[in-house]
């Protein structure tokens, strides 16, 4: 199972989102982070995606760590992942856009669940209210259904 990261920069009660311009995930919104790399540690391949991304610096401990959450899909093993979730309170530079993301601000009660992961709307309001999760997802082959989840918090 891959691991990869998912930072959720936050400020004034808002979280920062990112339109996926290219690869996997395009065309949604999504917290900044990606894949691990192969003797990365965890933290590690979040300060390096933050700066890849949007342009953003942080250190270790400006990292929350408030999720973790397995997505398994049918017959697409290699599509399996293991989500480290972070909030992410101090950085430095303005988010700025890349090549791979858009970066833009909501407010909790603005967030586009329509245009994100179709996961996303089922844990992600448990961390914005400052719970801790551990959750697992079973997608259909295609990953655009949900089959069932199990959140508990942590």
Known sequence: MRSVTLCLL????????AMKKRGFGVGKWNGVGGKVADGELVEEAALREME???NVRARKEDLEAVGNVKFFFRN???WNQHMHIFFVSNWLGEPRESEEMRPQWYGHSEIPF???WIDDAHWLPMVLSGKKIKAEFYFNENGDEIERFDIKES
Request: hydrophobic letters at 30%; a negative charge.
């Open 10 to 17: 936050k400020k004034d009660n808002q979280i920062l989102l």
């Open 114 to 116: 329509e245009k994100m």
């Open 76 to 78: 697409k093993p290699d």
């Open 52 to 54: 890849e991304e949007i």
